[in-house]
T-cell receptor, first 116, second 115 residues
Framework: SAVISQKPSRDICQRGTSLTIQCQVD?????MFWYRQQPGQSLTLIAT?????????ESGFVIDKFPISRPNLTFSTLTVSNMSPEDSSIYLC?????????????FGPGTRLTVL | AQSVAQPEDQVNVAEGNPLTVKCTYS??????LFWYVQYPNRGLQFLLK??????LVKGSYGFEAEFNKSQTSFHLKKPSALVSDSALYFC?????????????FGSGTRLQVQP
């Protein structure tokens, strides 16, 4: 399996500011994803982070609001830009395509964001 | 698009009794199905998957799931529930539409095991 860490684990931010969340995987994974989850609710896919190219965003999510970087096979960042209280949520990083566990997808512990 | 449905928001079971958490799927082609568990303030943990092969899949912590093609179901089961099994459970399907490889999740079922 892969171990995924995220920083920060939680943050409280002011409206209009931006926060960058870092995701580190302890193994090389071919796929990385970012999800959003309201506490106790289901997960919604924000985007697929593509190494060396622009991320692929899901309907309702745009690059200007959620810029994503993925410089290599073990690291990605998600920025939540110009935040509003509606962005308060848990943001989860996920990796998959690990050698020996090709079809499994592993998740980080999440970043709990509160926007005031 | 591929999707899964979890019809129960919450399942209550007494410790020692068998438990079932329901999931039905809607996919075109062969489904890649998964179960995850989420404990409070923690990320998702992988329990088991069905890709192909035996319809009964065994996973972590004594859980198993039965793939039923005719009923398009993939219910999670455990013969004897523990209080420590109380958590939020998600069924998921790998979505290959539009070139995606990500998982699409059900709405989740909260399992409460009473001592």
């Amino acid at each position: 399996s892969a171990v995924i860490s995220q920083k920060p684990s939680r943050d409280i931010c002011q409206r209009g500011t931006s926060l960058t969340i870092q995701c580190q995987v302890d193994s090389q994974v071919t796929m990385m994803f970012w999800y959003r989850q309201q506490p106790g609710q289901s997960l919604t896919l924000i985007a697929t982070a593509n190494q060396g190219s622009e991320a692929t965003y899901e309907s309702g999510f745009v690059i200007d609001k959620f810029p994503i970087s993925r410089p290599n096979l073990t690291f990605s960042t998600l920025t939540v830009s110009n935040m509003s209280p509606e962005d308060s949520s848990i943001y989860l990083c996920s990796g998959g395509g690990l050698a020996g566990a090709v079809n499994e997808q592993f998740f980080g512990p999440g970043t709990r964001l509160t926007v005031l | 698009a591929q999707s899964v449905a979890q019809p129960e928001d919450q399942v209550n079971v007494a410790e020692g009794n068998p438990l079932t958490v329901k999931c039905t799927y809607s996919v075109s082609g062969n489904p890649y199905l998964f179960w995850y568990v989420q404990y409070p303030n923690r990320g998702l943990q992988f329990l088991l998957k069905y890709i192909t092969g035996d319809n009964l899949v065994k996973g972590s912590y004594g859980f198993e799931a039965e793939f039923n093609k005719s009923q398009t179901s993939f219910h999670l089961k455990k013969p004897s529930a523990l209080v420590s099994d109380s958590a939020l459970y998600f069924c998921a399907v790998r979505d290959f539409s539009r070139g995606r490889r990500a998982l699409t999740f059900g709405s989740g079922t909260r399992l409460q095991v009473q001592p």
